[in-house]
């Protein structure tokens, strides 16, 4: 920023200027962020989890965080997208960071940049560990933003990289086929640092990857896995069992892989955790937006589901839960997403549609999102509607105590029902 211009007075002037000073949203590649890294002095002395994965690394990341805290870390996290307040991003201990010391850290990484153009989420992610490295935190979890190999969290060594699962997403910059996109995130691993892919059928690019690096490879069902129970489970790995934990709060069928994950990054890594902690870890991790009830009669839930694989993952949760009366969507996408895809895997689960636009630059249309279901369920029932807020209020008015209303489709999606449901 040139010295005539004044720095941002507060959070909501940094954000927005921080939107307009790289000319793309998305600009792949680490020479930007090393640069200023390098300049900033960040050399991280903690231990490094970073997590990567088309769906799961947010709850992967909230129980990893969760159980480091039970056992008295201090842990800083950091996560992306955001629902409601940029804050929610940067995590010290479990509390957001102020605005007061997001702007510091915002001001810390403009005055070292120079004049090297930064993204939103590259110029967050210096912030962020600026921010975690000034409060010496214990440990720190990282969550990549999009890929892995060329994304601004990869600037930071891990002693842990995790893969969540693989499934086909942002083709634009990751590729088209499963192959590609573990090629690149299997980027976030390095050669003797345990290396941990959650995916039970991986491509074959992630382990080549890892083992061409020289990375210590660790593949769920072979080299660590879980045993389900009724009501608890057990995770092995290799010279190891620790028996009769409980289900996470985290609902989902898929969220014992990304508790078995967490684990056995946990198991590998120099840290002091007994297994009461684990328990209570597992038991205190929440996070907003993941199959999260916040009503009742009608039962209201919401989900960023966003892609296929992740709505598939809905849809069971869905089927695992069943409602006695109607099952009723409000539903609204990004326009460069799968949007057909995604109502292929919920057309079984949904009785009533309203469909909706999101009002941001990559938002798709209520009408052409309409089309999208149209293409799939020619004989939906199904009202398009101009605004999420809008279709939320009209669902709510058309259901009865024993309907059940289900958002998804986007973090934005989730976002303004969250922000309707509060005022």
Not at 11 to 40: C, F, N, S
Not at 90 to 112: K, M, P, Y
Not at 280 to 303: C, H, Y
């Amino acid at each position: 920023m040139p010295d005539s211009i004044k720095q941002p007075a507060d959070l909501a002037g940094w954000l927005a200027y921080l939107e307009i000073l790289h000319p793309k949203t998305i600009a792949m590649g680490l020479e930007r962020v090393d640069e200023v890294k390098q300049r900033l002095g960040l050399n991280p002395a903690f231990p490094i989890i970073t997590v990567a994965g088309t769906n799961g690394k947010g709850s992967t990341c909230t129980m990893l965080e969760s159980i480091l805290m039970q056992a008295g870390y201090s842990v800083a996290c950091y996560s992306s997208p955001h629902l409601l307040n940029y804050n929610e991003r940067v995590r010290v201990a479990g509390s957001d960071a102020s605005d007061a010391d997001l702007c510091l850290a915002f001001a810390a990484v403009e005055e070292a940049r120079g004049d090297v153009v930064l993204t939103y989420f590259e110029f967050g992610t210096l912030a962020a560990m600026w921010y975690f490295i000034q409060r010496k935190v214990d440990v720190a979890v990282l969550e990549v933003g999009l890929g892995g190999r060329l994304d601004a969290v990869n600037a930071f060594t891990p002693s842990c990289a995790i893969i969540t699962c693989i499934d086909i997403d942002h083709v634009e910059f990751l590729g088209n086929n499963r192959d590609s996109i573990g090629f690149e995130k299997a980027g976030i691993y390095r050669a003797g640092v345990p290396a941990i892919c959650g995916d039970v059928s991986p491509p074959a690019s992630i382990p080549r990857q890892a083992h061409e690096i020289g990375a210590d490879y660790r593949q769920i069902g072979v080299d660590f896995g879980f045993e389900e129970y009724a009501d608890t489970w057990d995770f092995w790995s290799q010279g190891e069992r620790i028996s009769k934990l409980p289900k996470p709060l985290l609902a989902g069928h898929y969220q014992l892989n990304n508790a078995a994950c967490a684990l056995q990054a946990l198991c590998l890594l120099p840290l002091e955790i007994d297994q009461q902690v684990i328990k209570n870890g597992l038991l205190n991790a929440t996070l907003q937006g993941r199959f999260q009830k916040i009503s009742e009669r009608p039962e209201v839930i919401v989900d960023v589901a966003h892609n296929p694989h992740a709505a598939q993952s809905l849809a069971q949760n869905l089927r695992n839960n069943p409602c006695s009366g109607r099952t009723i969507a409000v539903f609204a996408m990004l326009a460069d997403k799968d949007m057909a895809g995604v109502v292929r895997m919920m057309q079984q689960e949904v009785d009533v549609w309203y469909v909706a636009g999101i009002q941001q630059g990559r938002g798709a249309g209520h009408e052409k999102l309409a089309q999208e279901v149209r293409s799939v369920l020619p004989q939906a029932t199904l009202f398009a509607i101009p605004t999420v807020a809008e279709a939320y209020m009209q669902a709510c008015r058309s259901a009865v105590e024993n309907d059940r209303i289900i958002i998804f489709g986007s973090f934005y999606t989730v976002a303004d029902v969250l922000r309707a449901s509060l005022n």
